[in-house]
Antibody, heavy 123, light 110 residues
Framework: EVQLVESGGGLVQPGRSLRLSCAVS????????MHWVRQTPGKGLEWVSG????????HYADSVKGRFTISRDNAKNSLYLQMNSLRPEDTALYYC????????????????WGQGTLVTVSS | QSALTQPPSASGSPGQSVTISCTGT?????????VSWYQQHPGKAPKLMIY???QRPSGVPDRFSGSKSGNTASLTVSGLQAEDEADYYC??????????FGTGTKVTVL
């Protein structure tokens, strides 16, 4: 069974940092691109970042470019999102999701998704 | 990149059909045949229901179908069942800003 389990969310003050993790099982992790997608009550779903199977191709939404860094450790079957200079508008439920292709930035779909980890940015 | 536009709500009685629209631009929906639809029940993660405009993943009932005309994609749920009550989101490939989602539609089964 394919499983994606996010962790690392929490309450953080504006300007601080947080690192999210996504542990996967049930498929050959290093065969696929992976993505982070976030969801806020007010703005719905927003794609955040994607990374290719070998980390050579990485993409970010304009809203997080320069502040967030996506990475993966294929030996640990894990995906990460380092979030720096956090803002209140980054408050959201963060999902990791698998793509059926090797490369980020190409047409794709997100399937499956993890259950998400909640990030709250507030003073 | 602006979100794709969906109606906030849609409804139908059991057994009826409901169609949800997803309107974008020639830079996303209209420019690529890579529209996906996701179903989300309260407190649950989104689930892929349709990809590449009209393809159904294995396990998704054939009551769910997708189509596209110009800059507008549509999801139709035929033979509505109680378990179809959920939020539905479209998504499209958008080139340079690669992925954009819709605003979401709450489907109510009356």
């Amino acid at each position: 069974e394919v499983q994606l389990v996010e962790s690392g969310g929490g309450l953080v003050q504006p300007g601080r940092s947080l690192r999210l993790s996504c542990a996967v099982s049930g498929f050959t992790f290093d065969d696929y691109a992976m993505h982070w997608v976030r969801q806020t009550p007010g703005k719905g779903l927003e794609w955040v970042s994607g990374i290719s199977w070998n980390s050579d191709s990485i993409h970010y939404a304009d809203s997080v470019k320069g502040r967030f860094t996506i990475s993966r450790d294929n030996a640990k079957n894990s995906l990460y999102l380092q979030m720096n200079s956090l803002r209140p508008e980054d408050t959201a439920l963060y999902y990791c999701a698998k793509a059926p292709e090797k490369y980020s930035g190409s047409p794709t779909r997100f399937d499956p998704w993890g259950q998400g980890t909640l990030v709250t940015v507030s003073s | 990149q602006s979100a794709l536009t969906q109606p906030p709500s849609a409804s139908g009685s059991p057994g009826q059909s409901v169609t949800i629209s997803c309107t974008g631009t020639s830079s996303d929906v209209g420019g690529y045949n890579y529209v996906s639809w996701y179903q989300q029940h309260p407190g649950k993660a989104p689930k892929l229901m349709i990809y590449e405009v009209s393809q159904r993943p294995s396990g998704v009932p054939d009551r769910f179908s997708g189509s596209k005309s110009g800059n507008t994609a549509s999801l139709t749920v035929s033979g509505l069942q109680a378990e179809d009550e959920a939020d539905y989101y479209c998504s499209s490939y958008a080139g340079r800003n690669p992925y954009v989602f819709g605003t979401g539609t709450k489907v109510t089964v009356l």
